[in-house]
């Protein structure tokens, strides 16, 4: 036995003997690793999918939802292994889940994180409006969000005839909504007609269209806002908005007015109706 432990010892003491042996360790390790992160990589992981097309502001129910064996390769931090962070979630306001789509932590979204986009998109500094349309006035449904718009003003003159100018110009559409405010665009399966677009202007802009938008009512002016298309989408350099004729301008605040922060309110009194 003696002998035995002497000749070992020996046997390790042999620096060929050492390194052989280092060698076949640092193999075996590096193919056993390399094996692991193999079927690691092959290994089929089960992942929840869409098994319908999921439209945007959706919530998702369990019903909506398959299970399918992916390679780890097509999973990243982003992506949703459990059901239970979807359903009772959902859809983002700008996101078509497709069939057969892996869900995301950026497309699911709970009721108190789902945004309006109209009302996120508003630049710093702007007021929104909204302007009641109707399929005719956006040319058969054919004003989206992100188009730009001029903005012409009709209103009657001193002798009851009507005159059109355009009063502003470079609005960009935030939105188009039905008549239950739901975006027009945004569900691809559903005919929604347009009842309003919203879009975003300076404070000085805002009161001049609100006050030409009160001018409608006055029988002697009946001013009408019309909304037209242009080929502002596509320019690399898009105009900024701006009023396009103070003619048209002066008219408006002629036959209108406006508080300044020194005005004194009038007082209403139900007395002096007696």
């Known amino acids: 036995m003696g002998n035995l432990s002497f000749k070992l010892k020996k046997f390790l003491q042999n620096k060929n003997t050492v390194t052989i042996i280092g060698t076949i360790l640092i193999i075996a390790i590096l193919y056993l690793g390399y ?6 990589a092959t290994n089929p ?7 319908q097309t999921i439209q945007p502001r959706t919530k998702i129910t ?11 390769s097509m999973i990243n931090r982003d992506t949703i292994r459990d059901i239970k962070y979807i359903v009772g979630k959902w859809s983002n306001y700008n996101t078509l889940i497709p069939q057969g789509s892996l869900f995301y932590n950026s497309t699911v979204v709970s009721s108190e994180e789902l945004p309006d986009s109209a009302f996120v998109s508003i630049p710093d500094g702007y007021v929104a409006f909204n302007l009641p349309v109707s399929n005719t006035t956006t040319y058969g449904n054919s004003i989206f969000p992100n188009n730009y718009i001029d903005i012409y003003v009709k209103v009657l003159n001193e002798d009851g005839k009507p005159s059109v100018g355009k009063l502003i110009e470079n609005v960009k559409i935030l939105a188009v909504k039905d008549k239950n405010g739901r975006h027009v665009f945004e569900n691809t399966e559903e005919d929604r007609t347009p009842a309003m677009i919203i879009f975003a202007v300076p404070e000085e802009i805002h009161l001049l269209l609100r006050k030409a938008t009160y001018l409608s009512n006055i029988r002697e002016i009946a001013a009408e806002i019309i909304p037209v298309p242009t080929t502002e989408s596509y320019s690399a350099e898009p105009g900024t908005v701006s009023i396009a004729n103070t003619a048209l301008k002066n008219f408006i605040e002629l036959n209108s007015g406006s508080f300044s922060e020194d005005d004194q ?6 007395g002096d109706e007696q």
């Open 62 to 72: 369990e019903d909506m939802i398959d299970y399918v064996e992916v390679l780890p």
């Open 35 to 40: 094996n692991w992160r193999i079927q690691q």
């Open 45 to 51: 992981v089960t992942v929840p999918v869409a098994n």
């Open 265 to 270: 309110p009038p007082i209403y009194n139900p």
